[in-house]
Protein backbone atom coordinates (compact mmCIF):
# COMPACT_ATOMS: atom_id res chain seq x y z
CA UNK A 1 0.00 0.00 0.00
CA UNK A 2 3.31 2.36 0.28
CA UNK A 3 3.73 2.70 -3.05
CA UNK A 4 -0.19 4.96 -3.44
CA UNK A 5 0.63 6.49 -0.98
CA UNK A 6 3.87 7.99 -2.42
CA UNK A 7 2.08 8.24 -5.92
CA UNK A 8 -0.99 10.34 -3.49
CA UNK A 9 1.70 12.75 -1.99
CA UNK A 10 3.58 12.91 -5.67
CA UNK A 11 0.10 13.92 -7.36
CA UNK A 12 -0.40 16.56 -4.53
CA UNK A 13 2.87 17.98 -4.68
CA UNK A 14 2.55 18.23 -8.63
CA UNK A 15 -0.27 19.57 -8.62
CA UNK A 16 0.40 22.23 -5.35
CA UNK A 17 3.78 22.80 -7.67
CA UNK A 18 1.65 23.89 -10.61
CA UNK A 19 -0.58 26.23 -8.31
CA UNK A 20 2.42 28.02 -7.58
CA UNK A 21 4.96 28.01 -10.14
CA UNK A 22 4.59 30.00 -12.83
CA UNK A 23 5.93 27.90 -15.79
CA UNK A 24 3.29 27.48 -18.38
CA UNK A 25 0.34 25.70 -17.17
CA UNK A 26 -0.31 23.43 -20.55
CA UNK A 27 3.46 22.05 -20.18
CA UNK A 28 2.87 21.67 -16.21
CA UNK A 29 -0.09 19.70 -16.75
CA UNK A 30 1.27 17.76 -19.75
CA UNK A 31 4.34 16.78 -17.29
CA UNK A 32 2.21 16.22 -14.33
CA UNK A 33 0.02 13.26 -16.41
CA UNK A 34 2.95 12.26 -17.88
CA UNK A 35 4.20 10.92 -13.73
CA UNK A 36 1.04 9.68 -13.13
CA UNK A 37 1.31 7.53 -15.88
CA UNK A 38 4.59 6.48 -15.06
CA UNK A 39 3.51 6.04 -11.57
CA UNK A 40 0.92 3.72 -12.91
CA UNK A 41 3.08 1.38 -14.37
CA UNK A 42 5.15 1.05 -11.10
CA UNK A 43 2.07 0.34 -9.36
CA UNK A 44 0.82 -1.68 -12.05
CA UNK A 45 4.07 -3.89 -11.40
CA UNK A 46 3.87 -3.67 -7.85
CA UNK A 47 0.56 -5.30 -7.50
CA UNK A 48 1.20 -7.84 -10.40
CA UNK A 49 4.20 -8.70 -7.96
CA UNK A 50 2.08 -9.01 -4.85
CA UNK A 51 -0.63 -11.48 -7.66
CA UNK A 52 2.51 -13.21 -8.25
CA UNK A 53 3.54 -14.01 -4.58
CA UNK A 54 -0.59 -14.87 -3.43
CA UNK A 55 -0.59 -17.76 -6.73
CA UNK A 56 2.87 -18.80 -5.67
CA UNK A 57 1.67 -19.32 -1.85
CA UNK A 58 -1.73 -21.13 -3.18
CA UNK A 59 0.35 -23.37 -5.03
CA UNK A 60 2.55 -24.02 -1.80
CA UNK A 61 -0.73 -24.35 0.59
CA UNK A 62 -2.43 -27.06 -2.06
CA UNK A 63 1.15 -29.18 -1.72
CA UNK A 64 1.17 -28.99 1.87
CA UNK A 65 -2.85 -30.35 1.83
CA UNK A 66 -1.15 -33.04 -0.40
CA UNK A 67 1.40 -33.92 1.69
CA UNK A 68 -0.49 -34.34 4.71
CA UNK A 69 -2.91 -36.59 3.10
CA UNK A 70 -0.29 -38.75 1.44
CA UNK A 71 1.09 -39.21 5.38
CA UNK A 72 -2.18 -39.94 6.39
CA UNK A 73 -2.33 -42.66 3.51
CA UNK A 74 0.54 -44.17 4.55
CA UNK A 75 -0.82 -44.06 8.40
CA UNK A 76 -3.55 -46.22 7.18
CA UNK A 77 -1.67 -48.43 5.51
CA UNK A 78 0.53 -49.26 8.26
CA UNK A 79 -2.44 -49.98 10.31
CA UNK A 80 -3.80 -52.28 7.84
CA UNK A 81 -0.58 -54.03 7.92
CA UNK A 82 -0.63 -54.19 11.50
CA UNK A 83 2.50 -51.73 12.54
CA UNK A 84 1.15 -49.29 14.90
CA UNK A 85 4.43 -47.70 16.04
CA UNK A 86 4.98 -47.44 12.07
CA UNK A 87 1.56 -45.71 11.53
CA UNK A 88 2.16 -43.32 14.37
CA UNK A 89 5.10 -42.08 13.30
CA UNK A 90 3.39 -41.71 9.71
CA UNK A 91 0.23 -39.82 11.78
CA UNK A 92 3.30 -37.27 13.51
CA UNK A 93 4.40 -36.80 10.27
CA UNK A 94 0.97 -36.05 9.22
CA UNK A 95 0.42 -33.43 11.87
CA UNK A 96 3.50 -31.36 11.23
CA UNK A 97 2.23 -30.89 7.58
CA UNK A 98 -1.04 -30.22 9.15
CA UNK A 99 0.30 -27.17 11.09
CA UNK A 100 2.59 -25.99 7.65
CA UNK A 101 -0.85 -26.44 5.94
CA UNK A 102 -2.71 -23.60 8.55
CA UNK A 103 0.40 -21.44 8.31
CA UNK A 104 0.09 -21.31 5.03
CA UNK A 105 -3.31 -20.50 4.41
CA UNK A 106 -3.52 -18.09 7.08
CA UNK A 107 -0.58 -16.23 5.06
CA UNK A 108 -2.81 -17.18 1.95
CA UNK A 109 -5.66 -15.72 3.28
CA UNK A 110 -4.28 -12.69 4.06
CA UNK A 111 -2.06 -12.26 0.51
CA UNK A 112 -4.92 -12.47 -1.40
CA UNK A 113 -6.98 -10.17 0.64
CA UNK A 114 -4.24 -7.52 0.10
CA UNK A 115 -3.90 -8.71 -3.77
CA UNK A 116 -8.11 -7.66 -3.63
CA UNK A 117 -7.45 -4.28 -2.16
CA UNK A 118 -4.70 -3.64 -4.66
CA UNK A 119 -6.43 -4.93 -7.17
CA UNK A 120 -9.38 -2.13 -6.06
CA UNK A 121 -7.05 0.58 -4.93
CA UNK A 122 -4.98 0.33 -8.60
CA UNK A 123 -8.82 0.46 -10.54
CA UNK A 124 -9.46 3.60 -8.20
CA UNK A 125 -6.03 5.18 -9.12
CA UNK A 126 -6.44 4.60 -13.33
CA UNK A 127 -10.13 5.92 -12.98
CA UNK A 128 -7.85 9.02 -11.14
CA UNK A 129 -5.70 9.35 -13.92
CA UNK A 130 -8.22 8.88 -16.59
CA UNK A 131 -9.98 12.26 -14.59
CA UNK A 132 -6.78 14.20 -14.77
CA UNK A 133 -6.38 13.96 -18.12
CA UNK A 134 -9.94 14.82 -19.19
CA UNK A 135 -9.06 17.79 -16.56
CA UNK A 136 -6.24 18.37 -18.31
CA UNK A 137 -7.81 18.37 -21.89
CA UNK A 138 -10.44 21.31 -20.00
CA UNK A 139 -7.64 23.22 -18.43
CA UNK A 140 -5.82 23.65 -21.95
CA UNK A 141 -8.88 24.58 -23.61
CA UNK A 142 -9.52 27.10 -21.40
CA UNK A 143 -6.14 28.81 -21.31
CA UNK A 144 -6.21 28.71 -24.82
CA UNK A 145 -9.67 30.36 -24.70
CA UNK A 146 -8.32 32.79 -22.37
CA UNK A 147 -5.26 33.70 -24.39
CA UNK A 148 -7.43 34.41 -27.42
CA UNK A 149 -9.54 36.72 -25.36
CA UNK A 150 -6.06 38.37 -24.08
CA UNK A 151 -5.25 38.98 -27.02
CA UNK A 152 -8.46 40.55 -28.62
CA UNK A 153 -8.58 42.86 -25.93
CA UNK A 154 -4.98 43.80 -26.58
CA UNK A 155 -5.76 44.49 -30.10
CA UNK A 156 -9.03 46.33 -28.92
CA UNK A 157 -6.60 48.40 -26.71
CA UNK A 158 -4.54 49.24 -29.62
CA UNK A 159 -7.16 50.42 -31.50
CA UNK A 160 -8.59 52.53 -29.22
CA UNK A 161 -5.34 54.11 -28.93
CA UNK A 162 -5.90 57.64 -30.78
CA UNK A 163 -2.54 57.91 -32.23
CA UNK A 164 -3.73 55.23 -35.13
CA UNK A 165 -6.66 57.76 -35.96
CA UNK A 166 -4.69 60.32 -36.20
CA UNK A 167 -2.78 58.67 -38.48
CA UNK A 168 -5.19 57.97 -40.83
CA UNK A 169 -6.46 61.68 -39.90
CA UNK A 170 -2.95 62.75 -41.15
CA UNK A 171 -2.84 60.45 -44.05
CA UNK A 172 -5.54 61.80 -45.11
CA UNK A 173 -4.86 65.23 -45.74
CA UNK A 174 -1.47 64.40 -47.17
CA UNK A 175 -3.26 62.79 -49.71
CA UNK A 176 -5.92 65.74 -50.33
CA UNK A 177 -2.60 67.55 -50.57
CA UNK A 178 -1.29 65.71 -53.57
CA UNK A 179 -4.23 66.07 -55.26
CA UNK A 180 -4.76 69.85 -55.09
CA UNK A 181 -1.30 69.87 -55.85
CA UNK A 182 -1.74 67.53 -58.94
CA UNK A 183 -4.70 69.63 -60.27
CA UNK A 184 -2.88 73.30 -59.56
CA UNK A 185 0.00 71.73 -61.80
CA UNK A 186 -2.59 70.72 -64.35
CA UNK A 187 -3.88 74.22 -64.75
CA UNK A 188 -0.47 75.30 -64.73
CA UNK A 189 0.06 73.46 -68.12
CA UNK A 190 -3.06 74.26 -69.81
CA UNK A 191 -1.80 77.94 -69.07
CA UNK A 192 1.42 78.05 -70.62
CA UNK A 193 0.73 76.00 -73.33
CA UNK A 194 -1.89 78.23 -74.47
CA UNK A 195 -4.71 75.68 -74.89
CA UNK A 196 -7.37 77.37 -72.95
CA UNK A 197 -9.46 77.79 -76.26
CA UNK A 198 -10.88 74.42 -75.74
CA UNK A 199 -11.79 74.61 -72.03
CA UNK A 200 -13.38 77.67 -72.76
CA UNK A 201 -15.60 76.46 -75.41
CA UNK A 202 -16.23 73.29 -73.04
CA UNK A 203 -17.11 75.69 -70.07
CA UNK A 204 -19.10 77.78 -72.31
CA UNK A 205 -21.30 74.53 -73.75
CA UNK A 206 -21.83 73.59 -70.31
CA UNK A 207 -23.15 77.01 -69.04
CA UNK A 208 -25.25 76.88 -71.89
CA UNK A 209 -26.74 73.41 -71.46
CA UNK A 210 -27.12 74.30 -67.91
CA UNK A 211 -29.34 77.35 -68.89
CA UNK A 212 -31.64 75.39 -71.22
CA UNK A 213 -32.28 72.80 -68.48
CA UNK A 214 -33.30 75.25 -66.18
CA UNK A 215 -35.71 76.97 -68.93
CA UNK A 216 -37.19 73.59 -69.10
CA UNK A 217 -37.47 72.91 -65.50
CA UNK A 218 -39.38 76.33 -65.43
CA UNK A 219 -41.38 75.67 -67.82
CA UNK A 220 -42.45 72.39 -66.66
CA UNK A 221 -43.68 73.89 -63.21
CA UNK A 222 -45.16 76.52 -64.69
CA UNK A 223 -42.97 79.58 -63.65
CA UNK A 224 -42.70 80.27 -67.60
CA UNK A 225 -45.21 79.92 -70.43
CA UNK A 226 -45.34 77.28 -72.81
CA UNK A 227 -42.85 77.20 -75.75
CA UNK A 228 -44.80 78.41 -78.54
CA UNK A 229 -44.52 76.40 -81.74
CA UNK A 230 -42.82 78.05 -84.91
CA UNK A 231 -44.87 78.21 -87.85
CA UNK A 232 -43.00 77.64 -91.05
CA UNK A 233 -43.11 80.39 -93.57
CA UNK A 234 -45.08 79.51 -96.92
CA UNK A 235 -43.02 78.40 -99.45
CA UNK A 236 -43.58 80.14 -102.97
CA UNK A 237 -43.41 77.29 -105.50
CA UNK A 238 -42.63 77.96 -109.02
CA UNK A 239 -44.62 75.97 -111.98
CA UNK A 240 -42.82 75.16 -114.77
CA UNK A 241 -43.66 74.29 -118.13
CA UNK A 242 -43.29 70.35 -118.53
CA UNK A 243 -40.59 69.35 -120.62
CA UNK A 244 -40.98 68.02 -123.84
CA UNK A 245 -41.37 64.47 -125.14
CA UNK A 246 -38.03 62.75 -125.45
CA UNK A 247 -37.74 60.02 -127.12
CA UNK A 248 -36.59 56.51 -124.85
CA UNK A 249 -33.63 56.06 -124.93
CA UNK A 250 -31.56 52.60 -125.03
CA UNK A 251 -30.69 52.28 -121.25
CA UNK A 252 -34.62 53.14 -120.53
CA UNK A 253 -35.85 50.34 -122.79
CA UNK A 254 -33.35 47.79 -121.07
CA UNK A 255 -34.77 49.29 -117.99
CA UNK A 256 -38.77 48.71 -118.89
CA UNK A 257 -37.85 45.15 -120.07
CA UNK A 258 -36.26 44.18 -116.92
CA UNK A 259 -39.13 45.37 -115.05
CA UNK A 260 -41.25 43.25 -117.18
CA UNK A 261 -39.45 40.43 -116.50
CA UNK A 262 -39.48 40.63 -112.81
CA UNK A 263 -43.27 41.28 -112.75
CA UNK A 264 -43.53 37.76 -114.73
CA UNK A 265 -41.73 35.87 -112.43
CA UNK A 266 -43.24 37.24 -109.36
CA UNK A 267 -46.85 36.34 -111.31
CA UNK A 268 -45.59 32.96 -111.94
CA UNK A 269 -44.00 32.34 -108.32
CA UNK A 270 -47.46 33.77 -106.66
CA UNK A 271 -49.28 30.85 -109.15
CA UNK A 272 -46.94 28.00 -108.13
CA UNK A 273 -47.82 29.00 -104.33
CA UNK A 274 -51.59 29.19 -105.36
CA UNK A 275 -51.16 25.71 -106.34
CA UNK A 276 -49.38 24.66 -103.78
CA UNK A 277 -52.14 25.50 -101.54
CA UNK A 278 -54.93 23.56 -103.14
Known amino acids: MGVFSRL ?70 ALRAGNEPLAKEALARKREYDELTATLKDQWTKQKTAVEQL ?92 DDDLVALKRKMGILPPEEASIPAPVQTRVEAPPPPMEKTEQVKDQEELAAALEELEAEHGEEKRKAGR
Not at 129 to 145: M, Q, S
Open 8 to 77: AQLIRSNLNDLISRSEDPEKMLNQVVLDMNNQLVEAKKQVAASIADEKRLAKQLDQEVANAQEWERRAML
Open 119 to 210: KKALRLLNDKIEEAKRKRNVLIARKKRAEAQRAIQETMSGLRDQSAFETFDRMSQKIDQIEAEAEAESDLAEEYTGDTLSSQFQQLERTHSA
